[in-house]
Structure formats: structure tokens, C-alpha cells
Antibody, heavy 117, light 110 residues
Framework: EVQLVESAGGLVQPGGSLRLSCAAS????????MSWVRQAPGKGLEWVAN????????YYVDSVKGRFTISRDNAKNSLYLQMNSLRAEDTAVYFC??????????WGQGTLVTVSS | QSALTQPASVSGSPGQSITISCTGT?????????VSWYQQHPGKAPKLMIY???NRPSGVSNRFSGSKSGNTASLTISGLQAEDEADYYC??????????FGTGTKVSVL
């Protein structure tokens, strides 16, 4: 059974940093593109970032470029999202998801990140 | 990166069919056959219902079907059931390469 489990989010002050992780199991992690998708409270879904199987290619939505970094450790079956210079508008539930055929068949339960003073 | 346009809400009676539209541009929906649809119940993670415009993942009911014409994709739910009441989002690959979701549609079963 595919499982994706995100680390706990939390409350961060504007301008602060937070690193999310996602532990994967039940599939061959190193053979899959992985993604982060977020959802602001009461709002729609927004794709945040993608990373290739070997980590060599990474893509981001314009609003997080230069502030967020997606990475992975295939030896640990883990995906990460380093978030710096956080803003109020980054407040959201962050989901990690497997990427296949330009879609997301498996999702984690999501973790809430709140940016507020 | 503006979102794809979906109707805010669609409703139908049990057993009826409804269709949700998803309108983009030639740079996303119209340019690629990489449109997917997601169902999301309150407080839950999204669930993939359709990928590559019209393909259903294993385990998804055949009451759900997808199509595309020009810059508009559509999700049709036939034989509407109470459990279909949820939010639905389309998503498309966009050149860069990046992805863009739709604004979301709340489906109500009357």
C-alpha cells in the first residue's frame, strides 16, 4: 500500500523558515517524480513544485521561486520542501504527492503551515 | 499564473448526470492532453478521478468520464450519487513545464 506521510507543519513568523518532509513507502520512490501541492484555508489547490526521479530537475510555481527548494533523498525514501522568507500568503495545507502521467495518483494527508506574527 | 476557470457550483438530483467545465488556453488545456481531475471531500486529501483527459485510474467508478474540446475540458458524472457531493478540481500541464489547477467546483446532490 502506498503511503505518504508529511511531517508536522506549524506556526512560523513572517520572514521565517520551515522544512517539511514526506516519508514514502509502498512503492519504488526512486522511480517516481514527486510533487508538493498546497491549499490555502478555504481556497483551491495550487501546484508548488516538482522534482525528477534522481533530483536533477526541479520546477516551481512563480510565487515561490527563489524562496522554496524541493529536494529528495532516495536512500531514505524521503521528499523535502525547504521554505524560506515565508509570507502570510504561504499559509496553507501542504500535500506531498507522487507524480505519474502528469497527474497525482497518491497523496499524503497534508500538513498545515501557518505564517503569522 | 492564472487558474483555469471552473463554475463555482453544479448541482443535480440523484441519478442525473452533471458536467463540470474547465476552461484554459492554448498554453495549457488546449495545447496538451494532460488534463486531470480530482475529487476532494472536506478535510481530506484530493483523489485522482481522471488523468490524460479521459483515462480512469483503477478503482474509480465508470460513472466518471472526461473529455476535451479546444481549450475546454469537461468532467461528467453520470448516475449522480450522494457520495459524489464534494469539491472537484481540474488540472493541466502548462508549458515551462508547470501545472495549473482550476478554481474548483462544488458539486451538490439535491
Amino acid at each position: 500500500e502506498v503511503q505518504l506521510v508529511e511531517s508536522a507543519g506549524g506556526l512560523v513568523q513572517p520572514g521565517g523558515s520551515l522544512r517539511l518532509s514526506c516519508a514514502a513507502s509502498g512503492f519504488t520512490f526512486s522511480s517516481n517524480w514527486m510533487s508538493w501541492v498546497r491549499q490555502a484555508p478555504g481556497k483551491g489547490l495550487e501546484w508548488v513544485a516538482n522534482i525528477k526521479e534522481d533530483g536533477s530537475d526541479k520546477y516551481y510555481v512563480d510565487s515561490v521561486k527563489g524562496r522554496f527548494t524541493i529536494s529528495r533523498d532516495n536512500a531514505k525514501n524521503s521528499l523535502y520542501l525547504q521554505m524560506n522568507s515565508l509570507r502570510a500568503e504561504d499559509t496553507a495545507v501542504y500535500f506531498c504527492a507522487t507524480s505519474s502521467s502528469h497527474s497525482w495518483p497518491y497523496w499524503g494527508q497534508g500538513t498545515l503551515v501557518t505564517v503569522s506574527s | 499564473q492564472s487558474a483555469l476557470t471552473q463554475p463555482a457550483s453544479v448541482s443535480g438530483s440523484p441519478g442525473q448526470s452533471i458536467t463540470i467545465s474547465c476552461t484554459g488556453t492554448s498554453s495549457d488545456v488546449g495545447g496538451y492532453n494532460y488534463v486531470s481531475w480530482y475529487q476532494q471531500h472536506p478535510g481530506k486529501a484530493p483523489k485522482l478521478m481522471i488523468y490524460n483527459v479521459s483515462n480512469r485510474p483503477s478503482g474509480v467508478s465508470n460513472r466518471f468520464s472526461g473529455s476535451k474540446s479546444g481549450n475546454t475540458a469537461s468532467l461528467t458524472i453520470s448516475g449522480l450519487q450522494a457520495e459524489d457531493e464534494a469539491d472537484y478540481y481540474c488540472c493541466s500541464f502548462r508549458s515551462s513545464p508547470t501545472y495549473v489547477f482550476g478554481t474548483g467546483t462544488k458539486v451538490s446532490v439535491l
